[in-house]
């Protein structure tokens, strides 16, 4: 389900363009996802990446595997693509001579690891190798990222979200991912073949609900208002729709102090 939003009257609204497949450290078209809720894996540990861990598939969003590392808490659930090399059947780590770890702030005294690694097991759901993606998507030979380019981009504060945003700046191997009408809150470096951003139209292949843009825009710096301390600026979406509710916020209500509608500038 795609909301309101839609891509092709976005992209005419703001005159952009999208960033070409060809730029990004994804499938041409998504992998299949035939994962189950409940599954059992092995993943590395995101808090600590020499680690590896069981893993067990809490949630399914499109293309990517909501997990909770077994003996963690529910509150640092992460996402991965299910192409991605950071998750494997469950044996593949005892085949490459390593050892299933405990994750980071396991719940149990450390000395009771092993017994909770059996119990754990015992007949566990184990996600069979056959639905594991042999490889992962090789990186672009370069990044060919353009300031401006639209993309879809994982929220990394928000990590379930994937949302609709702009490439701010070209810096080496790595680009700026801006949030559209998020007034930069949200925005992060990361390398040009970070499995978290996709193309235009990634969320409508594989069924993930891509959120709309939010309702701040940005205005440039202006020299004629030398007395506002920032360049930034609230109002609604030029579009007037789709806005994410805010937490203790009626939603649909301008934030800032300038009128309700200004040219959209993103
Ligand atoms: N509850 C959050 C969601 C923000 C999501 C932004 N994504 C770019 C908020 O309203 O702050």
Same mark, same amino acid.
Not at 10 to 15: H, I, P
Not at 81 to 101: R, Y
Not at 225 to 232: G, N
């Given at each position: 389900?795609?909301?309101? +939003? ?24 998504? =992998? ?17 990446? #020499?680690? #590896? ?25 992460? $996402? ?21 770890? @405990?994750?980071?702030? +396991? ?49 990394? !504060?928000? =990590?379930?979200?994937?949302? =609709? ?12 991912? #801006? ?19 996709? @193309? ?15 309702? !701040? ?5 202006? @020299? ?13 979406? =030029? ?14 209500? @301008? ?10 500038? $993103?």
């Amino acid at each position: 389900y795609q909301g309101h +939003f839609s891509w092709d009257k976005y992209l005419k609204e703001t005159g952009s363009s999208a960033a070409p497949a060809h730029c990004f450290r994804q499938c041409l078209t998504p =992998p299949v996802n035939e994962f189950k809720s409940g599954m059992k894996l092995e993943a590395q540990d995101p808090r600590n990446t #020499t680690s #590896t861990c069981i893993a067990t598939v809490v949630g399914l969003t499109g293309v990517r595997l909501r997990l909770r590392l077994d003996g963690s808490d529910n509150k640092n659930d992460f $996402w991965r693509l299910v192409d991605s090399s950071e998750i494997q059947p469950i044996g593949n780590c005892e085949k490459n001579a390593g050892m299933l770890q @405990p994750p980071l702030g +396991f719940r149990l005294n450390a000395s009771s690891w092993p017994m909770f690694l059996l119990k754990t097991l015992n007949g566990a759901e184990m996600a069979p190798v056959r639905i594991f993606h042999k490889q992962e998507p090789p990186a672009p030979a370069q990044n060919s990222f353009k300031v401006g380019m639209k993309l879809e981009a994982v929220d990394r !504060k928000n =990590p379930h979200f994937i949302c =609709p945003a702009t490439i701010g700046e070209v810096r080496g191997s790595e680009v700026l991912v #801006t949030f559209d009408g998020w007034r930069g809150a949200f925005d992060y470096y990361c390398r040009y073949d970070s499995r978290d951003i996709f @193309p235009v139209g990634w969320c409508a292949l594989t069924g993930d609900n891509l959120q709309p843009p939010g309702t !701040k825009v940005v205005l440039p710096k202006s @020299p004629s208002t030398p007395l506002e301390s920032s360049s930034e600026r609230s109002s609604m979406h =030029p579009a007037g729709r789709g806005a994410p509710r805010q937490r203790g916020r009626k939603p649909g209500r @301008p934030r800032g102090r300038l009128p309700g509608r200004l040219p959209g500038i $993103w």
